[in-house]
């Protein structure tokens, strides 16, 4: 049976109890500091809002930048705005190509920035560790299929992270912002043969459900605020229940309902 079915799984905040600080600490603080932000402290409220309790938890850096730029009203963004919304990876290699096409400030700005961001948390000597119930909920679930990781994070700090906690050896495949966007990391596993049923996204942000959408595959939330819960549930229910082919449709949106509604 191993290797017929695969799990799809986030990461910062997801299996890594390190969304917040890295929001908290670096990716807003820095925003602030390398765009010049007025307002610091209506800035960092409105980042986290967007970046951790909201609907919009979860969205990629760059995509998190401009919001929250707009927000701020820094001017002069442009060029930003249009690469984040044109390039087929939101990425620092992608950031630095259009740069060397049009060595911009806003996208020089951006790109300091996330350089900074990835230095910080590289740097970072805070106690990291993964949710509860997490180390164990991994080992059952590789008993019973391929573990992707799909993230829209920084490859190395995730690497690192994983290897820190004693997790790589559940892993199969690595697929982070380097390689495109969570929903091509779905689409390039029903190229190589798998079908809808046999790919099943796990994730606690809505770019989560809405890659496993996008391709008609299940989606499995860990809820913020019980993520515990979560995997242990995954763990000694839904994962069987996924490989045995017994959720239905009516499963799966009980389960997006129940995302949604824990974020609101």
């Known amino acids: 049976m191993t290797g017929k079915f695969v799990f799809c799984i986030d990461s910062d905040g997801c299996v890594m109890d390190t969304m917040t600080y890295k929001h908290q600490l670096f990716f807003g603080p820095l925003a602030v500091d390398v765009f010049e932000v007025k307002n610091r402290e209506a800035f960092l409220q409105e980042w986290d809002r967007v970046n951790l309790f909201s609907r919009t938890r979860g969205v990629n850096r760059f995509v998190g930048l401009v919001m929250g730029l707009e927000y701020a009203g820094v001017k002069n963004i442009e060029n930003l705005k249009a690469w984040v919304e044109h390039t087929p990876q939101l ?66 700090a995730v690497q690192s992270e994983w290897q820190e906690h004693g ?63 979560s995997w242990t549930r995954l763990a000694e229910q839904v994962a069987s229940d996924f490989v045995n082919q017994a959720l239905s449709k009516e499963d799966y949106q009980s389960y997006a309902d129940e995302f949604w509604h824990n974020l609101d």
């Open 167 to 229: 997790l790589m050896h559940y892993v199969d495949v690595l697929f982070c912002q380097d390689k495109g966007k969570k929903e091509d990391a779905l689409a390039q596993l029903l190229t190589e043969g798998y079908t809808h049923s046999e790919i099943l996204m796990i994730g606690d942000s809505p770019g989560d459900l809405k890659a496993a959408e996008v391709n008609q595959v299940g989606f499995y939330p860990i809820l913020v605020g019980k993520e515990k819960q």
């Open 91 to 156: 990425s620092n290699a992608s950031l630095e190509a259009q740069i060397a096409q049009n060595p911009s400030e806003d996208l020089k700005k951006a790109l300091v920035w996330s350089n900074a961001v990835n230095q910080h948390i590289h740097d970072y000597k805070g106690d990291t560790h993964t949710f509860e119930s997490v180390p164990e909920s991994l080992k059952k679930l590789h008993q019973l299929g391929k573990i992707w990781i799909v993230s829209s994070a920084n490859k190395e």
